[in-house]
């Protein structure tokens, strides 16, 4: 079971960092008093996984992020048997243990996963809050508190890596996009400790570098690397070699394109 992670999440202060774009937490927060499965819907590195994080840290709930990738099946979420100290044992997966205690299981860019995970999801995203376990023989109920929340990028999946409709209109969904200028600059400057001028002019360069998505870029540059350009400046790397490292080698390795990219760069900082 790759990729998994479990968080224990507290109230309040302890919440991670996260600026709102617009009604996002009340949306969150009335789908989970009404036990909603949420969808959110995005680019990569546009605050949905700190979205999330945030959320379960406000709503006191313990949280189990899954990574999806291509070989994510549906007993990885949902357990397997083991063999331990000479005994076969049955060991539940993030989604059941989720179940179980009444988290919240995040799944990160779902469509990457197999198809016989979405399968296991259909009954935990009706009325009937259920995971059947074939191998255990169980049909596990809810508990009170449980949330599935997955995510993906519509933009970069293909027609063979999509969400049917049948799923998507299981959730309640949201769309998650680049914050404004204003929003990003606050959020490089607080999560960088740079300064507010030179986060600002990092800002600026990425709105350049988004609007050559599609052109000579897949992907345009994400928040998170705008922020660890920020970081590497704060730390004492040279701004063109901090950007490079940060907000051009990720996007591309087409030599020209780098060059082009680059050139940008000096036209933005000189």
């Not at 949306?27 to 949420?38: G, H, L, S, Y």
């Not at 959110?40 to 994080?53: A, C, D, M, N, Y």
């Not at 995970?117 to 449980?146: K, M, N, Q, S």
């Not at 929003?183 to 002019?201: C, H, K, N, P, Y």
Request: with cysteine; glycine share 8%; aromatic share 6%.
């Amino acid at each position: 079971m790759n990729a998994i992670t479990n968080q224990l999440s507290m109230e309040g202060a302890d919440a991670p960092f996260y600026l709102p774009q617009s009604d996002e937490i009340a949306v969150f927060e009335a789908a989970a008093r009404a036990d909603m499965p949420v969808l959110l819907k995005g680019p990569t590195g546009s605050g949905k996984t700190r979205f999330v994080s945030h959320m379960a840290a406000r709503l006191g709930r313990r949280l189990y992020t899954v990574a999806c990738h291509d070989d994510l099946s549906a007993a990885d979420l949902i357990g397997r048997y083991l063999l331990k100290g000479g005994e076969t044992v049955w060991v539940d997966g993030p989604l059941t243990r989720a179940v179980r205690e009444g988290a919240i299981c995040y799944l990160d860019e779902v469509v990457e996963a197999r198809k016989d995970v979405t399968v296991v999801l259909h009954p935990l995203t009706d009325d009937r809050r259920i995971l059947p376990i074939d191998r255990t023989g169980e049909e596990l109920a809810a508990a009170p508190g449980f949330m599935l929340v997955a995510s993906y990028n519509p933009g970069y999946q293909n027609i063979l890596k999509t969400l049917k409709p049948s799923t998507r209109q299981r959730f309640v969904a949201m769309e998650f996009d680049f914050p404004p200028p204003a929003q990003e600059i606050e959020i490089v400057t607080r999560e960088s400790g740079l300064d507010r001028d030179r986060s600002a002019a990092l800002v600026r360069l990425a709105g350049k570098l988004r609007a050559l998505k599609g052109q000579d870029l897949e992907e345009g540059v994400s928040t998170r690397l705008v922020v660890y350009a920020a970081t590497l400046i704060a730390g004492g790397m040279p701004v063109n070699r901090a950007i490079e490292a940060a907000m051009i080698e990720p996007l591309t390795d087409d030599a020209d394109v780098k060059r082009g990219l680059l050139d940008l760069v000096v036209a933005v900082f000189g």
